[in-house]
């Protein structure tokens, strides 16, 4: 953990959305800090998500071996993935070793502010009508959400993938951390959630009221959770309560219809698909 004066230059350097808290107290950058990423004993013990994805797309070697496709190791390399179009984003399959290139822009990001949702930052405009009837339904039901992160550029990413190597180290920076051209938030489609733009991203968010209403309901919008608990073997990274990708809604209750992690759905039927 860099000093206190060194995060405040770092922040700086970043933009608001990502920045480290400077309460001095805790990390707030996306694929968040070192902490939240929980041993194995406990990501098993508290997978909650989609009871038959623990058939699926569990972590241990032999129930995946019970699905039909063998997911790849969660390698890091550099592999362009299949669907690397802007206008194949709801199939566009990105972990460890499938990327993006350097060039990959939508040309239609707008403010989250049009989904009359708290908090900063810009997403692709064929989301914002169902990120706002998400925001209003949670608004509803007395469960705030507000948007800590959404899209990044290759370059942001870059930046912040490079900071967390300062920082913390390679090792621990490829645990939590994208590295640029594999971040689901460069599609421009997914959004880190928090219960107001203050909030930094803890894993504690996904047993806060809010972050439990969101598990519950996201699909029902169009968002599906990308690394649930228990499931790293199978999405490549640690529990990640905020980070969810927009699907649209009728791949997203397919997703949630199947139990699997999106990593395993997209590669069974899309990225593996003839
Ligand atoms: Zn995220």
């Known amino acids: 953990m860099p000093s206190l004066s060194v995060r405040r230059v770092i922040a700086a350097s970043l933009s608001a959305a990502l920045l480290v808290s400077t309460s001095g107290a805790t990390f707030a950058a996306d694929e968040a800090a070192p902490t939240p ?23 241990t ?12 190791a969660c390698e890091i390399k550099d592999t362009p993935t299949r669907y690397g179009k802007v206008k194949q984003w709801k199939r566009t399959l990105l972990d460890t070793n499938l990327k993006l290139k350097r060039t990959y822009k939508p040309w239609d990001l707008v403010s989250v502010s049009r989904a009359n949702i708290s908090g900063s930052g810009k997403v692709r405009k064929v989301i914002i009508d169902d990120l706002r009837a998400l ?13 800590r992160s959404a899209y990044r550029s290759y370059e942001y990413q870059k930046s912040l993938f490079d900071y967390y190597v300062r920082s913390s180290g390679y090792a621990q920076a490829i645990k939590f951390s994208a590295r640029p051209g594999h971040s689901e938030h460069q599609l421009g489609t997914t959004i880190d959630f928090t219960t107001a733009p203050s909030v930094p ?31 790293r073997s199978a999405s490549c990274y640690g529990y990640e309560p905020w980070h969810w990708r927009y699907f649209g809604r009728n791949l997203a209750r397919k997703i949630h219809e199947s139990g699997q992690v999106p990593r395993r759905y997209l590669y069974e039927n899309f990225e593996t698909a003839p």
Request: charged share 25%.
């Open 61 to 72: 070697a032999g129930a995946i071996e019970l699905a039909k496709v063998r997911l790849p």
């Open 135 to 147: 925001a209003r339904a949670a608004r509803k039901k007395g469960k705030p959400l507000a948007v």
């Open 37 to 59: 990423i929980a041993p194995p004993s406990l990501d098993l013990a508290l997978a909650t998500l989609a009871p038959r994805s623990a058939l699926l797309a569990g972590d």
């Open 201 to 231: 991203l803890k894993t504690s968010f996904g047993e806060s009221p809010s972050g439990k209403w969101l598990a519950r309901n996201g699909w029902k919008y169009g968002f599906i959770m990308s690394y649930p608990k228990g499931k």
